[in-house]
């Protein structure tokens, strides 16, 4: 049904429970994982325009993708990790046309409606954004 999800990841432990969910999830169906983790510290949001070199913050997201890159590729699903910066709906959605997903699964924390006016949701506006399917994780729940 799937052939390439793309699982956006914060580097927090609500990470977890998508992982799980999209790992069985692309054993299914067969399909390839795409982890990108949108950095959103200064540096990130503008190393292209005044030409930066990569921040510690984003050192260690990279590495933080290339790990659990690593975890997925051992557990026998394709995977590949990118790094992006700037707004993360946008930058997610990009990424997901961009790399050719069909399917965008995200955690989520779970919040009510009034944390999401006052903080935003990120899930919220990546499924208005985009015309791919959405899956949402609760992300204080590890998958089984």
């Excluded at 927090?12 to 067969?30: E, F, N, R, S, Y």
């Excluded at 949001?45 to 051992?74: C, F, G, I, T």
Aim: glycine residues 8%; aromatic residues 2%; hydrophobic residues 45%.
């Amino acid at each position: 049904m799937y052939k390439r999800i793309l699982v956006p990841l914060e580097n927090t432990k609500t990470d977890a429970a998508v992982i799980a969910h999209v790992t069985q999830l692309a054993k299914l169906c067969g399909a390839g994982i795409v982890l990108i983790h949108v950095a959103d510290g200064w540096v990130a949001r503008n190393a292209n325009q005044l030409d930066l070199r990569e921040s510690e913050e984003m050192k260690n997201d990279m590495a933080y993708l290339d790990r659990v890159s690593a975890e997925m590729e051992a557990s026998g699903v394709d995977a590949e990790g990118v790094l992006a910066g700037g707004d993360p709906s946008a930058e997610i959605c990009a990424a997901a046309d961009r790399e050719k997903c069909d399917l965008i699964a995200m955690s989520t924390h779970g919040h009510g409606f009034v944390q999401d006016v006052i903080r935003g949701s990120v899930a919220n506006q990546v499924r208005h954004q985009t015309r791919i399917p959405v899956l949402m994780v609760r992300g204080d729940e590890v998958a089984k």
